[in-house]
């Protein structure tokens, strides 16, 4: 049996038994809630590595119920819905989701999200345990400690908006922040649909890192979404 911890939170029993199933056979430890108080609870009592959440509960909104982990803990949440527009993803994603599958899903590709949340997981749990002064992606290395970013080991001029968003992208790497989390998390003054200056931030911060066509690209664009620091 894998140490690993999930919590579905699904109200329909087919699905519920589906996905129990799959993480069954998958060797992964889980319990099941059906519906958003319950989760809420089941979380402090289970104290899951990943949750498994779909949004149309019959008590509160899945939303809601992600509000209220992101209060606890970081861990990864992977919204699993039938709400297929855009504008729900990107509303699940802004509080905090990592991931969002539609249903109906391949169990397949539920089990591999599964296995980039834990890859990502792992990956801060060792930030926090070894206090890493620097992080290097392909010909990119970041100076926590100093505040001071590199290309190639030459030092980058970068203004102090633009290097808290290169560390912010370099701490959610592979993940999409939306236009809003990241303005929430960089210009708190600011309104979260102020997208132009997190357009203008994001040019200058590309002038930097990606400073010509033949140059490494880090930063990937998701229309009408947001963004991702791309692994290398």
Request: net charge neutral; aromatic share 8%.
């Amino acid at each position: 049996m894998s140490e690993t911890r999930i919590l579905i939170v699904e109200d329909d029993t087919e699905v519920g038994k589906l996905i129990s199933m799959t993480l069954k056979a998958s060797h992964y430890a889980y319990t099941w809630s059906k519906d958003g108080n319950s989760a809420i609870t089941d979380f402090k009592i289970f104290k899951p590595d990943i949750v498994l959440l779909d949004l149309g509960l019959p008590d509160i909104d899945g939303v809601e119920v992600i509000k209220k982990i992101r209060i606890n803990k970081m861990i990864p949440i992977i919204v699993i819905s039938a709400r297929s527009e855009e504008s729900e993803k990107i509303k699940a994603l802004d509080e905090g989701a990592d991931d969002y599958l539609v249903k109906p899903f391949s169990v397949n590709e539920m089990l591999a999200r599964i296995r980039v949340a834990l890859r990502r997981l792992k990956l801060i749990q060792d930030v926090d345990e070894v206090e890493v002064k620097d992080y290097q992606n392909g010909n990119l290395r970041i100076d926590y400690a100093a505040r001071t970013a590199y290309l190639d080991n030459k030092a980058l001029t970068l203004t102090e908006t633009t290097f808290n968003l290169l560390c912010l992208f370099a701490k959610n790497t592979a993940k999409v922040l939306t236009h809003g989390y990241v303005m929430r998390t960089i210009w708190k003054d600011k309104p979260i649909n102020d997208t132009v200056s997190l357009r203008v931030a994001i040019a200058s911060l590309r002038k930097e890192i990606e400073p010509n066509e033949d140059s490494t690209k880090y930063i990937q664009t998701h229309i009408g979404v947001g963004y991702s620091f791309i692994q290398h």
